[in-house]
């Protein structure tokens, strides 16, 4: 795995030495992370909210870069929930241009490095401009067993088990008993009902709160709180998130 790293990482920087200490021990199989803090990273330098945004998109690819690189099989990305709708319409056209612009640009390379793109949330609900790239990109690599990437997009954890519920009944219907519902039926009628639940979940700058990310999948996830602001979330910080993960003890409720 370190060797995904030759002519990347200079051998004598302290982010080689956080590289070789968590190469010694099981990464996590699924990352996700809950990307915040753009709009702050802006203010900070007097800049608008969605040269933030824009800055956000170097984190976005520095961090599918080395989960790649590092051999990582899941990451899931909250990309915009379904309660940012909330937010000015200028805003949300911003954010879903820099989507369209990101998934137009980093096809080849997704392509490239073997990496197959996933969009989940409630996607029938976008533009059919954004609609249109999400399958492009998802058939192009759909067959890509490298990372699987995927990025929630007006997702909401709680539609996400109404979506679950109504998916459920519209498979069964009346053939479904009362002692049929289980958690497995529940979890593998999930949007990422392939997806192992995520061992980490990394949010940036310094909020405490899941702000209704994998609500059910998140469970027994180890959560990694970080100030960083997400346009400057990098390589290195995420060597350290997993440095910390390494260190944690996953009891699951047993002793
Ligand atoms: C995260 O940054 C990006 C999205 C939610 C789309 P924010 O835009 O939430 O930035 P802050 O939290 O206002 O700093
Ligand atoms: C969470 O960030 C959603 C995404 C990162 C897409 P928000 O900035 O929307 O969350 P709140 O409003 O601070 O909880
Ligand atoms: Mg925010």
């Known amino acids: 795995m370190i060797e995904n790293f030759n002519g990347y990482i200079d051998k004598e920087s302290d982010e080689y030495n956080l590289l070789l200490e968590i190469s010694k021990k099981p990464l996590p199989a699924h990352i996700a992370i809950i990307m915040d803090g753009n709009g702050r990273w802006a203010k900070k330098r007097g800049l608008e909210r969605f040269e933030g945004?824009?800055?956000g998109i170097k984190s976005v690819r520095d961090v599918v870069e080395t989960s790649a690189r590092l051999g990582i099989k899941f990451l899931s990305l909250y990309a915009f929930s379904v309660e940012n709708w909330k937010r000015p319409k200028k805003e949300i056209m911003q954010l879903m241009g820099l989507l369209k612009k990101?998934?137009?640009e980093e096809l080849p390379t997704l392509k490239k490095n073997n990496i197959r793109f996933k969009a989940v949330g409630r996607i029938s609900e976008l533009?059919?401009?954004?609609?249109k790239l999400i399958s492009h990109a998802e058939s192009q690599t759909a067959k890509n067993s490298g990372l699987h990437l995927n990025i929630a997009l007006n997702y909401g954890g709680r539609v996400e088990i109404v979506d679950t519920?109504?998916?459920i009944l519209n498979t069964y219907g009346k053939d479904l008993k009362v002692d049929d519902i289980d958690e497995e039926l529940i979890s593998k009628n999930?949007?990422?009902?392939?997806?192992?639940?995520p061992d980490l979940l990394i949010r940036t700058s310094g909020e405490l709160r899941i702000s209704n990310f994998f609500i059910w999948e998140i469970?027994?996830?180890e959560l990694y709180f970080t100030k960083v602001l997400w346009p400057d979330f990098n390589r290195k910080?995420?060597?350290?998130?997993i440095k910390d993960f390494q260190n944690r003890?996953?009891?699951?409720?047993?002793i």
Do not use: C, N
């Open 165 to 167: 519920f109504k998916k």
């Open 127 to 131: 533009d059919v401009s954004v609609r």
């Open 249 to 254: 003890q996953r009891r699951f409720g047993g």
């Open 190 to 197: 999930l949007y990422m009902k392939d997806t192992p639940d």
């Open 219 to 221: 469970a027994y996830t």
């Open 237 to 241: 910080e995420l060597f350290s998130a």
């Open 53 to 55: 945004h824009k800055a």
């Open 102 to 104: 990101y998934i137009k």
